[in-house]
């Protein structure tokens, strides 16, 4: 079985093995897999759940005062924090704004990358592939790479405290380009030589046959680049102003605003179990195809 | 022979690679080469005025004793971020390849950290090993709850002896704001607790892909389960390993400034000021623009060495059949 059937599978081969006999056989199956085993991956997975989970039960009390393990049951305070968080103290603003910020990054990374993959498969043009290469070495420049003359570009076009200084400078995507590229190269030609017996043009070959081809792929792409966006941090910080910041930055904000005591370190955690929410709900959902894009990009 | 390269004008083709080629000219090229011209001036503060200085700005930072410090704090990060992160992985990667029962939700719970925001993992952290207030500064200092055990067979021994004083003395001391080692091993372990999903994915994969049959003849030859491990599968994963080291070094260098701006500040007294976060003050809050571009230079040969050896090591073991 692979990996990605093993996950995907997962809830229903748990429901199975619920299901499945009685209480004695279940014990026998797991004796079977070692119970030092299970012990061992269980207590592993634990320690890289333990402190998220203990920020989800701080996000329910009223203090975020734990002076010990036994001050680890949830509280009844969940509603009042999330609604202070996100309204009395305007989360909610950070949280759109990293929407915003990495919906028009997959969006515009995507569209933008596209084109230029159909280029570089589909055309048989001079310097096609130096132009790839060019692509790809892009992967060689990240922002502190390039952060004073990024910085004074962006604040010389105007674009300081607007959305384009932290959606259009990501638009550039090598791996994107890369990983898509070999989906494409592994589409069978005689579809493309048929389109164009048939005089279908370049663009239409694109929208009506490759991209509901790679819808797999697609998603996969998408996930990732959200979670890469939306975990951007260094760039957002230091070229946008409170209106635009993202959730991450929010967070210190979050922290100061509460800073009456207590209350600041419940608020915190709020704050930070719903920035893992997004990105976290999108790997669960989209498992599959998220995996399925890993294993192409290893390639 | 069949080919896929069916449409052939130019322009067309130069039309769908220009926005593509737009922007990684103008804000990523151009802005790369321009840090590379500017680490060879000093930068006005405020005014903007350039003056040529040629080398000074990299002798600088050759004689900088806080530079230096900075370079060999990264690299231990580095290396203590890889091994850490990879020995966690591979073990976690490896018992979940032994279980039947199970395996599935094992790895959506080892997985999910790749979707963790580092501001996230910092502020839970920060919380979590707060001096004086974290839940698990409490479990990791003295006194620890001894229930009694100590006390009572002295007790019904007839004899008076304070048994927790002593132990009250050892123990460590969580106090990650004035000590530079603890901050250090902090910022380390939340950034190794962050990359464990990235890892585990490409390990498990790569697990996968070794035959049955080579597991089953390894047990029939009575070789144990560490064996196993140690002697068949790690060599064969071998290119998935080379990949992963390298981008986890990748990450180390320049997906961990949210930690320290989160954590530490780079503090106590530059104990976790690694080279991102060094660069970081230099640029926006020393407004030293020509430093911090020499400083940009050398990070770009750090990565430009990085993606020369992956794509060296990926070629040999490509070649080689591995």
Known sequence: MTLLETIVDAPNRAAEYLRGGRAGDRFARLREDGLAVHAALASLVLLLLFPVLVAIVVSTKESGIVTGLADLVPGGNAYDNYYRALVELEFYRYMLNSLVMASVIVVGKLAVSLLAVLAVVYYRVPYKDFVFLFILFTLLLPVPVRFVPLYRLVTGLGWNNTVFAITVPYLASATTVFVLRQHFLSIPPSLVENAKLDGVGPLEFLWRVLIPMSKGILVGVSVIIFVYAWNQYLWPLVIVGDDLQVAQVGLGRLRGQAQAGEVAWALTMTGSVLTLLPPLVLLVLFRKPLLETFSIQRK | ????????????????????????????????????????????????????????????????????????????????????????????????????????????????????????????????????????????????????????????????????????????????????????ALVTVVAIWKQVG??????????????????????????????????????????????????????????????IDVMTDGGPAGATNILIFDLYRDALQNFEFGTASAKSVVLFVVVGVLMYVQFRVTEEYAYYGG
């Open chain 2, 198 to 259: 990235y890892n585990v994915i490409f390990m498990t994969a790569s697990m996968n892909n070794i035959p049955g049959s080579l597991t089953e003849t390894a047990r029939l030859d009575g070789v144990g389960r560490l064996g196993r491990l140690f002697r068949i599968y790690v060599p064969i994963m071998s290119p998935t390993l080379a990949f992963l080291a390298i981008m986890n070094t990748i990450y180390a260098f320049f997906g961990t400034f949210a930690f």
């Open chain 2, 1 to 184: 022979m069949a080919t896929r390269e069916v449409f052939e004008s130019r322009w067309q083709a130069a039309a769908l690679l220009l926005p593509t080629v737009l922007v990684s000219v103008v804000f990523l090229y151009v802005p790369a080469v321009r840090a590379f011209e500017l680490s060879l001036f000093e930068v006005g503060f405020g005014t903007g005025e350039v003056d040529f200085v040629g080398l000074e700005n990299y002798r600088t930072l050759l004689t900088s004793p806080e530079y230096h410090l900075s370079v060999l704090l990264t690299v231990l990060f580095a290396v203590a971020v890889v091994v850490g992160v990879m020995s966690f992985s591979l073990l976690v990667s490896f018992l979940v390849h032994e279980v039947e029962v199970g395996k599935g939700l094992y790895l959506v719970s080892a997985i999910w950290p790749y979707a963790l925001p580092p501001a996230v993992a910092g502020f839970v952290f920060f919380f979590l090993l707060h001096p004086s207030l974290g839940v698990l500064t409490r479990a990791i200092e003295p006194p620890y709850p001894t229930l009694g055990l100590l006390e009572r067979p002295f007790e019904a021994l007839g004899v008076d002896v304070d048994v927790t004083g002593p132990l009250e003395a050892v123990g460590p001391d969580v106090d990650w704001f004035s000590s530079g080692p603890q901050a250090f």
